[in-house]
């Protein structure tokens, strides 16, 4: 059983679409963070959501934490090839100490 | 650059070997977090370290073990090795005990032939 599920898993579009990334969990996190992985390399850091309703702004990345801190969005606004990548959602379990990982979103974003 | 350095980058062994992984933390990081990513998943949580304290365990097999030193590198061995155990190994590290604000290296490549 997956405790952070993410939807869609593949999301295929042409640059300047837009795109929301969900991020959905039955349990009650403490902070979520969204990372992005490229092929052979660790994932980044992108952001860290802490109080329910947030919602944080990186360029053309907009950042929610739902209300009761179960779920998470990613929005993408005019998409470019660059964000092509795999998007993962993460978070403490609570009282555990363990990282766990979402089942992650793979974007490809067509020129 | 995360600050996090596991070596070695690519290892290929065969099955029924052993190998040990390295992952040195960013400077000040207590914590290690190591993943398992096999093609095409996500990031399967195995174990994590803190100050030296085994804190979590996740999935991990009876095969697997790691320790953190008293320097905060860590270790992640792996034995009897098996076809499956081919992977991408990642170690993370974090300020904390509970973040989730982690710094990942780049990645150990195991091929087990």
């Known amino acids: 059983t997956q405790l952070l599920e993410q939807s869609p898993q593949f999301l295929s579009i042409q640059e300047g679409e837009n795109l929301t990334v969900y991020c959905n969990s039955s349990?009650?996190?403490?902070?979520l963070q969204w990372y992005r992985q490229e092929p052979g390399e660790g994932p980044v850091l992108l952001v860290t959501v802490v109080t329910g309703g947030e919602v944080k702004k990186l360029k053309r990345l907009t950042f929610q934490f739902g209300d009761a801190r179960k779920d998470s969005s990613l929005h993408i606004t005019a998409a470019q090839p660059g964000d092509t990548g795999l998007y993962l959602c993460?978070?403490?379990?609570?009282?555990?100490?363990?990282?766990?990982f979402g089942t992650g979103t793979r974007l490809q974003v067509f020129p | 650059d995360s600050g996090v350095t596991q070596t070695p980058k690519h290892l290929i062994t065969a099955t029924g070997q052993r190998v040990t992984l390295r992952c040195s933390p960013r400077?000040?990081?207590?914590?290690v977090y190591w993943y398992q990513q096999s093609l095409d998943q996500g990031l399967q949580f195995l174990i994590h370290y803190y100050n030296g304290e085994e804190r979590a365990k996740g999935n991990i097999l009876e095969r697997f073990s790691a320790q953190q030193f008293p320097d905060l590198h860590s270790e992640l061995n792996l034995s009897s090795l098996e076809l499956g155990d081919s992977a991408l190994y990642f170690c993370a590290s974090s300020t904390h005990r509970d973040s989730g604000t982690a710094f990942f290296g780049q990645g150990t490549r195991l091929t087990v032939v």
């Open positions: 400077s000040g990081d207590l914590s």
């Open positions: 993460a978070g403490p379990l609570y009282n555990t100490d363990k990282l766990i």
């Open positions: 349990s009650v996190f403490s902070s």
